[in-house]
Each structure stands twice: as structure tokens, then as C-alpha cells.
């Protein structure tokens, strides 16, 4: 008897450490289909994209043309699996008057309502138009990549990281649980973002931002116009070539503060529990910089050049 439980102790011990190595033997069948289109580019036009599990990537050309790349992707262990239920995954491109649609979804089988994919079904988009060409994101559980715009963008995005580079216009992103980060940016912003970090490196223009339980980091360049920040229970830092040179409206309720040395600013507390600074420079010209930070930190400290 003492030998057959040591011996089934034995084989017990040696299943639980080979199991990972069988584990890893596992090959992962990766099926893609992609489909191409183009569109001719006109003044007026918008390319709206709706994505759900989508890895989107917005580029630009010189061209008067519009080039979508859509590749949908399924991943199972077993290739059959992998095959049928791509065929679950549909997608719309089309142009319907001034705009281009592009849209993924799951479709449904007669008589079985929706289907339940068992493989890992998402999608790529990598989409090459005129920069001049405005453009509306939602996406959810994805990812975006954005460079090189010049007109309106509009992002609306859920669980999915954003990254914009060298853009210019009217910038409109809402985001949650969701990162965003960005560099090189010059225009008109307005972020709303919850439970999401963000970091903008060399930002010029105006800014606008309303965020909630997040890290902030603004990396301003010398030409910064206009910051406003309204943050709750957040973690800002802004940093500029010359924070003396600014003009400061600061409001803290329940939080820490740290400035310059060379501000030499002070505080004013109010009956509500806030305190307040206003600090003008002994400057014509100077970008005015608006924070309201509740139930968090703040920083303001001098960028230092790489």
C-alpha cells in the first residue's frame, strides 16, 4: 500500500510539471482575410469608422484618394474552428453620398440567433487618405494609431489605447479606460477622458481637458496658447521650457500643489475649502494656463530639453 501511494504521488508530481511544456506545444491557427478599396477623395467627404476588437491605423498621402485595408483575423487552435467562425466576422465599406462607412460586426445564423464564436475573432485597418480629410472614430476593445491629419478628428473609444502624431485642426477625444498618447500636436483640443492616462508630448495650440481617476502629463512647447484642465482625483504634471513666463489660474480643493521656486506664488484659501493663485508674467504676451484639480495632485515644473 505505502508503495502505490508514493507512486501515485509520484505521477501526480510529474503530470503538474510537465504540463506547462505540453501547454506551450500548443499551435494557435491564425486565419486573416483582407479586403481592399478605394474611394475617390472629394472636398466635404468624412471617413466614419465604427470598430469593435479593431487595431486601426489612420495614415496620409498627397493622393485625391481614399485606400482601405481591412483584415479580418481569427485565432484558434483548431484551423476548422479558425475558418468557419471567420466567416461570423462581417464588415461594411461603402460610400453613401459624402461619407465612407467602415464598420465591423459579428452576424447572426438563421434560425440560432447570434452565434457565440469559440475562436478570437478582430480586425486591422489600416486606412492611407488626404490629410485634409476629416475623420470619426468609435471603437471599443481595439486600439488606434493616428498621424499626419490637418482637418476635424473626432475619437470616441472604450478599453482601447489611442496614439496621436503630428496633427493639426480641431481634435475632439473622448476616451475611457483607455491610454492616450500623443506628440507633436497643434490645434484646437478637447480631451474627456476617465480612468485613462494621458501623455502629449510638444503640444502647441489650445488644449482642453476634463479628466477623471488618471495620470496627466503635458509636455508644452514655448508656443503653447491656451491649457485648461478640470481634473478629479487625478495625477497632473505640466511641464514648460519656461514656467515663469506663464499665466497661472489655479484652483485646489483637497489636494497638493508644488511649483516652481522662481513662481513665487501665493496661495489664497476661500471658505469652501479651495485655494486659489492668479500669477500673471511682466510679459505682452504669454499662454494662460487654467487647472482646476479636486481630490488630487498637482505639479508644474520646468521641462528640461533631451
Not at 481634473?231 to 514656467?243: D, G, I, L, Q, T
Request: glycine share 6%; with cysteine; charged share 25%.
Amino acid at each position: 500500500m505505502r508503495y502505490s501511494i508514493a507512486f501515485l504521488m509520484f505521477m501526480l508530481l510529474l503530470t503538474c510539471a510537465t504540463a506547462p511544456v505540453i501547454a506551450q506545444t500548443i499551435k494557435v491557427q491564425v486565419i486573416t482575410k483582407k479586403i481592399e478599396k478605394n474611394f475617390q477623395y472629394k472636398e466635404g467627404y468624412e471617413v466614419n469608422i465604427e470598430g469593435e476588437k479593431a487595431e486601426v491605423n489612420i495614415q496620409t498621402w498627397d493622393k485625391k484618394e481614399i485606400q482601405v485595408v481591412i483584415e479580418l483575423i481569427s485565432k484558434h487552435p483548431d484551423k476548422a474552428v479558425a475558418e468557419k467562425d471567420l466567416e461570423l466576422m462581417k464588415h461594411l465599406a461603402q460610400r453613401v453620398k459624402n461619407k465612407i462607412y467602415l464598420r465591423n460586426y459579428l452576424s447572426s445564423v438563421e434560425g440560432k440567433g447570434k452565434s457565440e464564436p469559440e475562436a478570437y475573432l478582430s480586425v486591422k485597418y489600416t486606412i492611407t487618405l488626404p490629410g485634409e480629410c476629416p475623420v470619426y472614430l468609435k471603437n471599443v476593445f481595439g486600439a488606434a494609431n493616428i498621424s499626419s491629419l490637418t482637418n476635424r478628428l473626432r475619437v470616441n473609444s472604450e478599453f482601447s489605447r489611442i496614439g496621436l502624431e503630428n496633427l493639426k485642426g480641431a481634435v475632439e477625444i473622448k476616451t475611457r479606460f483607455g491610454d492616450l498618447i500623443g506628440q507633436d500636436l497643434d490645434g484646437w483640443f478637447n480631451i474627456q477622458s476617465r480612468r485613462s492616462d494621458l501623455t502629449l508630448q510638444n503640444i502647441s495650440g489650445r488644449f482642453n481637458i476634463q479628466a477623471q481617476y488618471g495620470t496627466i502629463r503635458l509636455f508644452a512647447n514655448d508656443d503653447l496658447a491656451d491649457l485648461r484642465i478640470d481634473a478629479e482625483k487625478s495625477e497632473v504634471w505640466f511641464y514648460h521650457p519656461n514656467p515663469q513666463f506663464v499665466g497661472y489660474s489655479l484652483t485646489a480643493q483637497g489636494s497638493e500643489v508644488n511649483l516652481p521656486p522662481r513662481l513665487n506664488a501665493h496661495w489664497l484659501a476661500a471658505d469652501n475649502g479651495e485655494r486659489k493663485i492668479t500669477f500673471s508674467p511682466n510679459r505682452e504676451y504669454y499662454p494662460n494656463v487654467s487647472i482646476k484639480i479636486t481630490f488630487g495632485n498637482l505639479h508644474v515644473e520646468k521641462r528640461v530639453a533631451p
